[in-house]
Protein backbone atom coordinates (compact mmCIF):
# COMPACT_ATOMS: atom_id res chain seq x y z
CA UNK A 1 0.00 0.00 0.00
CA UNK A 2 1.32 3.22 -0.81
CA UNK A 3 2.27 5.62 2.30
CA UNK A 4 2.79 9.48 2.28
CA UNK A 5 -0.22 10.19 -0.19
CA UNK A 6 -1.70 14.08 0.32
CA UNK A 7 -4.87 15.67 -1.23
CA UNK A 8 -5.45 19.40 -1.25
CA UNK A 9 -8.68 21.02 -2.29
CA UNK A 10 -8.89 24.80 -3.60
CA UNK A 11 -11.57 25.40 -0.36
CA UNK A 12 -13.75 23.16 1.40
CA UNK A 13 -16.72 25.16 -0.10
CA UNK A 14 -15.00 24.25 -3.62
CA UNK A 15 -13.84 20.85 -3.18
CA UNK A 16 -16.27 18.33 -2.48
CA UNK A 17 -16.21 14.50 -2.57
CA UNK A 18 -19.55 13.06 -2.20
CA UNK A 19 -21.32 10.21 -2.71
CA UNK A 20 -24.99 8.35 -1.52
CA UNK A 21 -24.13 5.09 0.09
CA UNK A 22 -25.98 3.62 3.27
CA UNK A 23 -24.90 0.32 5.05
CA UNK A 24 -28.07 -1.22 3.36
CA UNK A 25 -26.70 -0.51 -0.22
CA UNK A 26 -26.31 -4.17 -2.35
CA UNK A 27 -22.69 -4.89 -2.73
CA UNK A 28 -21.79 -6.64 -6.10
CA UNK A 29 -22.93 -9.64 -4.79
CA UNK A 30 -26.48 -8.25 -3.55
CA UNK A 31 -26.09 -8.13 0.00
CA UNK A 32 -25.83 -5.02 2.03
CA UNK A 33 -22.51 -3.57 1.88
CA UNK A 34 -22.42 -2.79 5.50
CA UNK A 35 -21.37 0.20 7.56
CA UNK A 36 -17.88 -0.04 6.43
CA UNK A 37 -18.17 -0.09 2.86
CA UNK A 38 -20.61 3.00 3.24
CA UNK A 39 -18.24 5.34 3.14
CA UNK A 40 -17.71 8.08 0.61
CA UNK A 41 -14.11 8.05 0.90
CA UNK A 42 -12.20 5.93 2.80
CA UNK A 43 -8.12 6.18 3.81
CA UNK A 44 -6.48 3.20 4.02
CA UNK A 45 -3.02 5.12 3.05
CA UNK A 46 -0.16 5.64 6.05
CA UNK A 47 0.46 9.36 6.57
CA UNK A 48 -2.03 10.50 4.49
CA UNK A 49 -3.18 14.03 4.44
CA UNK A 50 -5.97 16.20 3.68
CA UNK A 51 -6.51 19.96 3.53
CA UNK A 52 -9.54 22.45 2.25
CA UNK A 53 -11.54 19.45 1.20
CA UNK A 54 -15.48 18.64 1.97
CA UNK A 55 -16.68 14.62 2.48
CA UNK A 56 -20.14 14.53 2.23
CA UNK A 57 -22.46 11.59 2.14
CA UNK A 58 -25.60 12.64 0.41
CA UNK A 59 -27.76 10.15 2.29
CA UNK A 60 -30.98 11.86 3.43
CA UNK A 61 -31.25 12.19 7.49
CA UNK A 62 -33.00 8.55 8.19
CA UNK A 63 -35.92 8.85 10.18
CA UNK A 64 -36.02 7.90 13.91
CA UNK A 65 -35.50 4.18 14.42
CA UNK A 66 -34.15 3.24 10.35
CA UNK A 67 -32.72 0.29 10.59
CA UNK A 68 -29.54 -0.12 7.88
CA UNK A 69 -29.15 3.55 7.18
CA UNK A 70 -25.80 3.85 8.40
CA UNK A 71 -23.85 6.56 5.75
CA UNK A 72 -20.36 7.34 6.33
CA UNK A 73 -19.07 10.13 4.66
CA UNK A 74 -15.19 9.58 5.43
CA UNK A 75 -13.56 6.56 7.35
CA UNK A 76 -9.93 6.91 8.30
CA UNK A 77 -8.56 3.05 8.47
CA UNK A 78 -4.95 4.30 8.35
CA UNK A 79 -2.18 5.57 10.81
CA UNK A 80 -0.79 8.85 11.08
CA UNK A 81 -3.27 10.68 9.17
CA UNK A 82 -4.11 14.19 9.37
CA UNK A 83 -7.06 16.55 8.36
CA UNK A 84 -6.42 20.17 7.98
CA UNK A 85 -9.47 22.57 6.83
CA UNK A 86 -11.85 19.60 6.25
CA UNK A 87 -15.69 19.21 6.19
CA UNK A 88 -17.20 15.93 6.77
CA UNK A 89 -20.96 15.78 6.16
CA UNK A 90 -23.97 13.45 6.73
CA UNK A 91 -26.66 12.12 9.20
CA UNK A 92 -25.81 8.93 10.80
CA UNK A 93 -22.20 7.83 11.11
CA UNK A 94 -20.53 10.81 9.35
CA UNK A 95 -17.10 10.26 10.38
CA UNK A 96 -15.62 6.67 10.97
CA UNK A 97 -12.61 7.20 13.07
CA UNK A 98 -11.73 3.83 12.33
CA UNK A 99 -8.13 2.50 13.55
CA UNK A 100 -4.66 4.65 13.89
CA UNK A 101 -4.08 7.84 14.94
CA UNK A 102 -5.30 11.07 13.33
CA UNK A 103 -5.23 14.56 13.78
CA UNK A 104 -8.05 17.22 12.52
CA UNK A 105 -6.89 20.93 12.77
CA UNK A 106 -10.05 23.66 11.63
CA UNK A 107 -12.06 20.72 10.66
CA UNK A 108 -15.64 21.17 10.76
CA UNK A 109 -18.00 17.95 11.52
CA UNK A 110 -21.74 16.99 10.82
CA UNK A 111 -24.19 14.32 11.92
CA UNK A 112 -27.29 13.92 14.04
CA UNK A 113 -26.45 10.10 15.41
CA UNK A 114 -23.27 8.61 16.26
CA UNK A 115 -21.67 11.33 13.74
CA UNK A 116 -18.22 10.53 15.24
CA UNK A 117 -17.45 6.99 16.20
CA UNK A 118 -14.47 3.95 15.63
CA UNK A 119 -11.26 3.30 18.04
CA UNK A 120 -8.63 5.44 16.80
CA UNK A 121 -6.82 7.29 19.04
CA UNK A 122 -7.63 11.36 17.73
CA UNK A 123 -7.29 14.54 18.00
CA UNK A 124 -9.43 16.99 17.16
CA UNK A 125 -7.77 20.47 17.34
CA UNK A 126 -10.00 23.68 17.48
CA UNK A 127 -12.45 21.60 14.90
CA UNK A 128 -16.10 22.40 15.26
CA UNK A 129 -18.59 19.40 16.00
CA UNK A 130 -22.70 20.27 15.36
Not at 8 to 19: C, L, P, Q, S
Not at 88 to 97: C, E, F, P, S
Request: glycine letters at 10%; one cysteine or more; charged letters at 20%.
Amino acid sequence: MKAFITIEGEGAEKTIVEWGDTAQTPDSKGNPMGTFNSASFAVNSPFFVAKNITFKNTTPVPLPGAVGKQAVALRVSADNAAFFGCKMLGAQDTLYDHLGRHYYKDCYIEGSVDFIFGNALSLYEVSILT
